[in-house]
């Protein structure tokens, strides 16, 4: 059923390859129906190193209903995101992981349609929706967050609320208001669903979740796209919502509403996973919460926080680095149109090929040391000579993510205000054990407790 759907939603999907066809490639089938989707979930980066060690970075896998390969490195990042001849498909890539969920998502395309999207989204990009959007963050963060002194929280859960809220008065433009738990947990229904090992959606089954979970959130913002499209305003979603393809045709609805659901999953989702590592992380290196308090301490106080968020360097490159240690995207899936060559394999076309983002960036030959917190990888010195595909946590290519420079500009401001205001503090334990897929998140919410500074 869901290769039916796959196969109607593009008329260039290709055929399900013939059993056998990777049998040259070395690797391992796992288990019948389910192959070795338990295994990799319960522990994807020690399966990847099992299988490395067992077949070399280029090996064959069956998981999620599928046997495809992985290639890995950043040799094999640059060949597959860059596509510099257009060999790999993003669409067929993620379809069979998210079709059924994010149908028609910008992930979701290829090349023309891809591009012309994109295109269409990127108003929400702009410089001066983005300061927009500056203002606003920096608003809500300052208020949700004033409200943590003295409190030990589970901060992933205490972020997620906090993302959910700041994506929708960027992209919305209104409070979610009632209904914001039900959005909340349609978002965790819809992206659990997307590693569920039965892939169909059975009743019962977390697909069937998932799928339901998608046609209530079309619902939700179908509802409100007339009325956008005959008003004024200024949030992303009116201004999506009266936007015009190259033709001058207005976008259809469900083609709305599909780009919402997906662009405001990503925008709250991968942000929550990227903010609790790194709050995580700056828990555990109190020497580096206290280097950014000081660069933060060093803006002018007479300058708006948004017009000076250049100047927190240190901040980035400590983003940077919980993004090398803990990307919010592990792996990203990609199908081949045309017959390639890779590692001394000639590989078919049609073949399913993975990008190991978290493989590569723990491998030593370019983060040496790589468990250690050290945002000073990214100094210009540091970073002098390393393969620029050896850091992907927004992809590359034409798919780089959208969203990349609002996530920064999140990120910058959410560490501004906390460590302006709190010493974050960890237990002994607290984070150690993640779920790893889809997107990152500690097993135990990652309590901290937020003391507030002698000064505030």
Not at 160 to 176: H, I
Not at 195 to 205: E, M, S, W
Not at 342 to 364: C, E, K, L, N
Request: charge should be neutral; aromatic fraction near 10%.
């Amino acid at each position: 059923m869901t290769e039916a759907l796959l196969q109607n939603a593009s008329p260039h999907w290709l055929p399900r390859q013939p059993k056998g066809a990777l049998d040259h490639i070395p690797g391992d089938d796992g288990l019948p129906i389910f192959g070795n989707t338990f295994r990799m979930l319960a522990d994807p980066i020690g399966f990847a190193r099992g299988m490395v060690a067992r077949f070399g970075p280029v090996y064959r896998n069956t998981a999620l209903g599928g046997t495809g390969l992985m290639l890995l490195g950043p040799d094999a990042n640059e060949l597959i995101l860059f596509d510099r001849d257009k060999i790999f498909s993003s669409e067929q890539g993620w379809g069979p992981i998210l079709n059924l969920l994010f149908p028609r998502g910008l992930m979701l395309m290829d090349f023309d349609k891809h591009r012309a999207d994109r295109k269409a989204l990127s108003v929400a990009f702009k410089p001066e929706p983005m300061r927009h959007y500056a203002t606003e963050l920096d608003a809500g963060i300052a208020e949700a967050i004033g409200g943590w002194a003295g409190q030990t929280l589970r901060f992933y859960d205490a972020v997620k609320k906090l993302t959910l809220d700041l994506a929708a008065t960027s992209f919305l433009g209104v409070p979610l208001g009632a209904e914001a738990d039900r959005i909340n947990q349609a978002f965790v229904d819809e992206v659990q669903a997307s590693v569920a090992p039965i892939r169909r959606p059975l009743p019962g089954t977390q697909m069937r979740k998932g799928v339901k979970a998608r046609a209530y959130l079309v619902d939700f913002f179908e509802r409100e796209i007339p009325a956008r499209r005959t008003g004024d305003g200024q949030d992303f979603f009116s201004q999506f919502c009266r936007a015009t393809d190259d033709d001058g045709a207005p976008l259809t609805a469900l083609a709305i509403a599909d780009h919402m659901n997906f662009l405001m999953m990503a925008a709250h989702d991968t942000i929550t996973s990227s903010a609790t590592s790194l709050v995580m992380l700056l828990a555990r290196n109190p020497d580096w919460q206290e280097r950014l308090r000081e660069e933060i301490a060093a803006l002018d106080p007479d300058v708006p926080l948004t017009d000076q968020l250049d100047r927190l360097v240190l901040t980035e490159y400590a983003f940077k680095e919980s993004l090398r240690m803990m990307p919010p995207v592990p792996s990203i899936p990609r199908r081949a149109l045309k017959p390639f060559s890779f590692g001394g394999f000639d590989i078919p076309a049609g073949t399913s090929v993975g990008v190991g983002i978290t493989y590569t960036h723990q491998m030593a030959e370019y983060w040496p040391d790589p468990e250690r917190f050290d945002p000073m990888r990214f100094s210009p010195e540091a970073s002098k000579g390393r393969h620029r595909f050896a850091w992907v946590p927004f992809g590359g290519g034409a798919h780089m993510c959208i969203g990349l420079h609002f996530a920064t500009m999140q990120m910058r401001l959410l560490i501004a205000h906390l460590l302006t205001r709190y010493r974050i503090e960890a237990g002994a334990g607290s984070g150690d054990a993640w779920q790893v897929f889809p997107i990152p998140r500690p097993k135990d919410g990652l309590p901290v407790t937020f003391v507030p500074l002698a000064s505030t």
